[in-house]
């Protein structure tokens, strides 16, 4: 399916699984106007244990097909595993398409912190990356910032996502280790490096050991993006976009169903 000429181009977000749905939610509140696709790499779910290597090419060949069938005005990587891996190198193979991406929200945490203990809660991949380590280095020197690479709670957070039940403790396993206290200061800042976490904020916020700002970054991402897709006066909202497509091509009930609580169909 390519996008017709006569209407305006849709809006994709990619991510690993349905984490990036935070970030559409935010993105169809400040684009209305336009039509949304919705890609779950579900196929390579979850991206964390991922030679990078394969990794980059993975994604790199999914765009090609993805670019070619859908034509979008912009892409939103929705996914900092993917992002801080590959961004660099999908604007080089694509260089007629503009993408946003999504990276630690280091920056905005350095500037907010009072206490100067900032945690960045991340997968495995996010924190092994230098894309990480440089925006420590280039904006929270001044900052302790831990990081805290979960294993399970991006799994923990589809399965979540789709309703079914995730225990205190698993969950509180995999935060404990963002919450510092240090010469009587503590953390105050916990950075969700990964758009699957916000999901499961309240919960976060219920097994937290003392109250913390969880940083969310998906607004953030919504508003640069919105900055790069034109306004288009007296635009009507497209009725041939709004689905979601899974690479594995079998999404189970409960995804589909969630998909639809979004307004997007399965395709």
């Not at 993105?27 to 209305?32: I, K």
């Not at 925006?135 to 399970?152: D, K, T």
């Not at 790069?228 to 189970?252: Q, R």
Request: net charge negative; glycine share 6%.
């Amino acid at each position: 399916m390519t996008a017709p000429t006569n209407e305006l181009k849709p809006v994709l977000v990619f991510d690993s699984g349905i984490g990036g749905l935070t970030v559409l939610r935010e993105a169809r509140v400040l684009m209305p106007e336009r039509g949304f696709i919705y890609i779950a790499d579900d196929a390579g779910f979850p991206y964390g244990g991922w030679e990078e290597q394969a990794l980059k090419e993975r994604i790199i060949g999914l765009f090609a097909k993805l670019l070619e069938d859908y034509d979008p005005e912009v892409c939103i990587i929705a996914c900092n595993t993917a992002f801080t891996l590959v961004g660099s190198d999908l604007r080089a193979a694509f260089p007629q398409m503009t993408f946003v991406g999504t990276v630690p929200a280091i920056k905005p945490a350095a500037e907010r912190t009072r206490s100067g203990l900032v945690s960045v809660l991340a997968t495995p991949g996010t924190v092994r990356r230098a894309y990480t380590r440089d925006l420590i280095q280039s904006f929270a020197q001044q900052c302790h910032v831990r990081l805290v690479g979960s294993e399970n709670l991006a799994r923990m957070a589809e399965a979540y996502i789709r309703g079914d039940a995730v225990s205190d403790e698993a969950v509180l396993t995999e935060i404990d280790q963002c919450f510092v206290e240090k010469d009587g200061r503590k953390t105050d800042i916990v950075v969700l490096a990964c758009t699957h976490y916000p999901f499961m904020a309240n919960m976060f916020r219920r097994l937290a050991p003392w109250p913390v700002d969880w940083l969310d970054p998906a607004e953030a991402i919504a508003r640069r993006a919105r900055t790069l897709v034109p306004h288009v006066a007296d635009a009507v909202h497209p009725d041939n976009f709004d689905f979601a497509v899974f690479t594995s091509g079998n999404p189970d009930f409960a995804t589909r169903r969630l998909m639809q609580g979004f307004g997007l169909s399965t395709r």
